[in-house]
């Protein structure tokens, strides 16, 4: 909404031919006249005419102006539970009416969904918070963790959202596992990583699936 105007750079394929925007003459390459933009739609007619003066060939562009109204701040979100050095809004991802953000240094060391957010035992274990919009209003709709919560885990350093399916990396989880779903209750290796699925169902989420690397190793950073 801060542009008010704009030009257009129109480019020939033969030099010999002519071009108007909006009915003024502009050379090849060059940028037109700048073209005010009221709110709204605004037509551009790009017309190139031949080089024997006869054959021509019209272009339109449309350009559409919001007003400053549509573009004013619609929320200001905050974790339910904020705390020191959790880097709520570390990763981030938007589809459609959900809001996924990660917050890789969060400390709870909650399992699953909707546990108990209100301990920080567990430095840098990290959490991913979903939000929903209905009309301009944004809610919070779930507390999410990892099934296996560990110290420097980092769960939430990246985030992946697609319709109903959250992929959510941890890339300090330190099992040694491989595969799916194998065996998440070691912390045998430094910085391994981890990745985990969750599926929503209406309002519910839950983890579908536990994703380690088929050569799991340490320092990996999987999930990163």
């Known amino acids: 909404f801060l542009t008010a105007s704009t030009t257009v750079t129109p480019t020939t394929a033969d030099a010999d031919a002519t071009v108007t925007v909006n009915g003024a003459a502009v050379a090849s390459g060059a ?3 700048s073209i005010p933009l009221d709110v709204g739609k605004t037509l551009i007619t790009v017309i190139v005419t031949a080089s024997n003066g006869s054959t021509t060939r ?3 562009v449309t350009v559409s102006r919001e007003s400053a109204n549509d573009f004013a701040q619609q929320a200001y979100i905050k974790a339910s539970n904020t705390g020191n050095d959790d880097r709520f809004g570390g990763s981030i ?6 809001l996924a953000v990660g917050a890789p240094g969060e400390k709870s060391s909650a399992t699953g969904i909707d546990g108990n957010q209100s301990n920080n035992s567990l430095s840098e274990a990290g959490a991913v918070y979903i939000f929903k919009r209905s009309n ?13 919560t560990g110290n420097n885990d980092r ?12 992929a959510v990396g941890a890339p300090g ?15 045998r290796l430094s ?15 839950v983890q579908q699936a ?9 320092d990996d950073r999987f999930g990163s």
Do not use: M, P
Not at 93 to 98: E, K, T, Y
């Open 31 to 33: 940028a037109s006249k």
């Open 58 to 60: 019209t272009y339109s």
């Open 155 to 166: 769960f939430g350093s990246s985030v992946a959202l697609f319709d109903s399916t959250l």
């Open 136 to 148: 301009s209003q944004w809610v919070q709709q779930a507390y999410i963790k990892a099934s296996n």
């Open 93 to 98: 991802a938007l589809f459609d009416n959900i």
């Open 210 to 218: 536990y994703i380690k690397a088929s050569n799991t190793g340490n």
């Open 173 to 187: 989880e330190k099992s040694s596992a491989t595969g799916i779903d194998g065996n998440q209750g070691n912390n």
């Open 191 to 205: 910085e391994a990583g981890a990745v985990y699925i969750f599926k929503r169902s209406n309002s519910q989420w």
